[in-house]
């Protein structure tokens, strides 16, 4: 398929005509890379909001109807019948595994989960109360001046091992950054453990006495896990893209992706709702932030609201709100003030013209910090819980970048509004 295009800086000049590329789902993309030698005019989009930077085979989401699938399995089912490790499998691989492919996939993700001693010291580098998100981003680069021996891109089998050192790794990356802001020892992964179950004790067991992880957080941490995999182009995956695709280091590619999610207008808003949450107070409070919110003069924004490209609810955040209610009750929380402060929060933006013509729904990080803080997570922690899950999205991501044999460096261009070329003044004459 093809549109024309009118481009004309002056009468005689003729129509363009551009292919329109059209993938398995969503919508077509005018292909503009001949333009700028053809016609001399590059295409404008300021934070790239209608710009495809890749053709992908992973995540597809439909904005208007709230809809994620991860290789085509809507992330609902997926949440429902499926383990993160599975999900993790069916991200890099393409198709769900059978049992050997599972058990071996589980097989090496688990014997991956250490760390080299030599690495371990550098935790006692940071200072005690270093964000965990700066300790994140500084260990997983320098994981790349632990592992140059499988980084040849251009080999599946090191892409490969790569692609497990890093899921297997970020949890115990992420523990003990919690253990050294909390001042305790380290402690290291257990093999007989699923993944969250191991995460969970790396975070919360102590020397002093024997701890059992409790199955329902384990089982809620893999469903937010789940949830938080992969979400195609988004700000992290696109900064891994770019970082990889200088055939840099993938574990110093890895580590731009985390420094991306750290903002708050990415994945650092789940710990921004919560201490929104706690500053908002209580249910009288709530028209007064909203219409903050709705003030431009403010600055003040909903965080956990608002998405660049769902223009409905978040599918995960409705999986989320759902299992808030199971996790609080597990816990016997069922009042959960920040709970039905948040409920109240959706209920009230979302009979509010400001939010409905925007539409302005809850996204993944408005109920996300609820469960988290309700499993004993501290609020610091809840963006690094998000970048071990997004983890294998960014490694999906950069996997599929690397086997591309059409694989080039990202380079944007730009609208120069600068000074044009002038002569060298000497300090004395300005
Ligand atoms: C994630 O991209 C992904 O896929 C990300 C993610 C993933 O899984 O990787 O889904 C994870 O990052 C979720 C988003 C988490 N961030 C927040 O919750 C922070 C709060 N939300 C916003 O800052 C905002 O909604 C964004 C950043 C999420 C989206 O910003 P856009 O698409 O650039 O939208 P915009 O800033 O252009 O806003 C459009 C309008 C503006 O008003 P007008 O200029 O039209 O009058 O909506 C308003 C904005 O002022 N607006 C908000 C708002 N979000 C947008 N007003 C109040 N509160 C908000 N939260």
């Not at 429902?80 to 595994?97: A, D, F, K, M, Q």
């Not at 999906?396 to 059409?406: I, K, L, N, R, T």
Request: negative net charge.
């Amino acid at each position: 398929m093809s549109k024309t295009f009118e481009l004309k800086n002056n009468q005689d000049d003729k129509a363009v005509e551009l292919p329109v590329i059209e993938g398995s789902r969503g919508t077509p993309a005018v292909d503009v890379r001949g333009l700028a030698g053809k016609q001399g005019v590059f295409t404008y989009d300021p934070a790239f909001t209608a710009t495809c930077s890749c053709d992908s085979d992973i995540t597809f989401i439909d904005g208007e109807q709230g809809q994620l699938l991860y290789r085509g399995y809507s992330v609902q089912d997926l949440a429902e019948h499926s383990s993160y490790l599975e999900v993790c499998y069916l991200l890099l691989n393409g198709e769900l595994p059978d049992k050997d492919q599972m058990e071996t996939f589980r097989d090496a993700i688990t014997h991956h989960t250490m760390l080299n001693q030599s690495l371990v010291k550098f935790f006692d580098g940071f200072h005690y109360d270093a964000h965990p998100m700066a300790i994140l981003t500084g260990i997983t680069g320098s994981l790349s001046a632990f592992y140059h021996d499988a980084t040849d891109i251009r080999n599946p089998e090191h892409r490969e091992i790569f692609t497990h050192r890093m899921i297997a790794k970020m949890p115990t990356i992420a523990a003990a950054a919690f253990k050294h802001s909390v001042g305790q020892p380290k402690i290291g992964p257990k093999n007989d453990l699923d993944y969250t179950s191991n995460l969970l004790r790396m975070m919360f067991a102590v020397p002093a006495e024997d701890y059992e992880v409790d199955p329902v957080a384990a089982k809620a941490l893999d469903v937010l896990f789940i949830l938080h995999a992969d979400h195609e182009q988004n700000a992290s995956t696109s900064t891994v893209r770019m970082a990889g695709s200088t055939g840099t280091n993938p574990y110093a590619a890895i580590s731009t992706g985390i420094a991306a999610l750290w903002g708050p207008a990415h994945g650092g808003a789940n710990e921004a709702v919560l201490n929104m949450l706690a500053e908002i107070g209580d249910a009288s409070q709530v028209p007064k932030y909203v219409e903050k919110a709705k003030d431009k003069e403010d600055g003040f924004r909903l965080m956990g609201f608002g998405h660049r490209v769902y223009k409905n609810f978040d599918p995960r955040a409705t999986v989320i709100r759902g299992y808030c209610h199971q996790v609080l009750e597990h816990y016997g929380m069922q009042n959960n003030k920040l709970f039905e402060l948040a409920m109240e929060l959706e209920r009230v933006a979302l009979e509010d013209d400001y939010f409905v013509e925007r539409k302005l729904y809850p996204n993944v990080d408005f109920y996300s910090g609820i469960i988290y803080q309700a499993l004993g997570i501290p609020i610091n922690m809840f963006t690094p819980m998000f970048a071990i899950a997004r983890t294998v999205g960014w490694a999906a991501h950069w996997s599929e970048m690397m086997a591309d044999p059409g694989m080039r460096i990202a380079r944007p261009r730009q609208i120069y509004t600068g000074y044009d070329l002038r002569g060298y003044v000497d300090i004395d004459k300005r």
